[in-house]
Each structure stands twice: as C-alpha cells, then as structure tokens.
C-alpha cells in the first residue's frame, strides 16, 4: 500500500498499474474502463495522462496516470466494504501529497513583496504577472467552453420553434403547397438543415454555441434537389 499516490508533473496523481494492483483488478481491464471514461469527453481526459512502462520483459507498455478527480470517477465504479477502505486511504493518500506540494509550492514561491533583494523581487513581480495573466486564460477557457456547452433556454428553444414555422409557412404561402404529404415533407427537410448545421441529431440537443449556425441556416434555408424532386410525386 505503500506509495498509492505519487507526485508527477507538479500535481498528486496516482496510476492505473497502483490501482489494479491495489483494487486486486487486471490492469488490461482498468485501461478499457479509463478508455471508455475518456472517448468522448475531453474534460475527463484532462484528468488523465497516457504513458508508459516497462514490463518484467523489458517490454514497454502503456499506463495511465490519473488526477484526484480522475481516481474519484473511475473508483466509482469499484464496490464492496473492501473497495470503500481503499478508496478512503486514497483520498487520505491524495490529502497527504497535495498538502505537501503546496508547502513546497508556498516555501518556494514567495510573494513578491517579501523579497528584500531588489533584483529577485522584480524577477517575482514579473513570475506573478505571467501566473496572473495564464490564470486568466484558463479561466476565460473554462467560462467560454461552460457557455457555449450550455443548451439553449425554453425560451430561445421556443424562439426557435417559432422562427421555424413562420418560415416554413412563408415557403408554403408563396409557392402554393396545399398537399399535406407535401408540407410534411418540406418541413422534414427545414428541420433536418437545422440539425445538420447545429450537428446534432435533435433539437433539443442544439446548444448556446451552435445558435449562429443555425440562425444562417434557418435564414437560408431552400429545400434541397433531392425533397424538391420527393415532392413532384405528391
């Protein structure tokens, strides 16, 4: 039990052999269910790093090194009063080398105006400058990815819905089409270059980022050859 967590590039983390080994688990299996964690989102995969090691062969195989918040999501899945001890001496394993990094961190990295050589505490004033300046990048990335994953409001949602009829009707009243089979299929396809442009398969999946796209289309919108030629046989 001894080294659960380790430090690695500056941040507590621990790996997908420490885990297997210490949950009694295949690494082969604890690598498939990091892999499914991480296919199709990228903020799990910021929690894990892909690397390698070499194995009693001296043959170099891949691992995994994992955050906090990385360990949180896989153990999820890990049960049994068995289970629930290791993850707790994890979480005291992970406390224990965050404390101790951001002791060195602090014992390291003193504020600017506690240096009295003149030299140093200008080479601070600028180090703090730099960290003010990426805390803020990262900050403005996070905010920006939160706004634009965030689905529209019911009202911009009903908004949508109500611009998509009044141009449905508008195509309908000009060119005359009374056939219901018709008008069916006309709003098949509107539909269908609003989802096209969002990329997603339903409306209600539309989000704040995709609102632009589908606001062009929706104004653009002519039915395609193919529903144009579908309608003749009407």
């Known amino acids: ?45 910021k929690m894990f790093g892909e690397d390698s090691y070499l194995n009693s062969r001296n043959q170099k195989q891949p691992m995994f090194y994992m955050n906090r918040d990385g360990f949180t999501l896989l153990a999820m899945g890990f049960t049994g009063s068995k289970a629930i001890a290791f993850k ?33 505490r200008a080479q601070r004033w600028i180090e703090e400058r730099e960290e003010y300046k990426a805390k803020l ?21 009903q908004v949508l819905s109500r611009k998509i009829g009044e141009k449905l009707e508008r195509y309908i009243n000009q060119h005359r089409i009374y056939n219901r089979n018709q008008i069916a299929l006309l709003r098949w396809d509107l539909n269908n270059a609003i989802l096209t442009a969002a990329g997603v398969p339903a409306r209600t ?8 796209a589908v606001a062009e289309a929706l104004v653009n919108w002519e039915p395609s050859l193919s529903t144009l030629e579908k309608l003749k046989a009407y």
């Open 137 to 157: 990048e990262v900050l403005y990335e996070e905010t920006q990815n939160i706004q634009d994953n965030t689905p529209i409001s019911s009202k911009d949602y």
């Open 205 to 212: 999946l539309i989000k704040q980022k995709h609102f632009t």
């Open 88 to 120: 707790l001496k994890y979480i005291e394993a992970f406390n224990k080398m965050e404390k101790q990094i951001k002791q060195a961190y602090l014992m390291q990295k003193q504020d600017s105006y506690m240096i009295d050589d003149p030299i140093q």
């Open 1 to 45: 039990m001894n080294e659960l967590v380790i430090m690695h590039d500056q941040q507590a983390v621990t790996t997908s052999l420490k885990v297997a080994e210490v949950f009694d688990k295949k690494h082969q299996h604890v690598m498939e269910a990091i892999r499914k964690l991480t296919v199709e989102n990228s903020t799990v995969r």
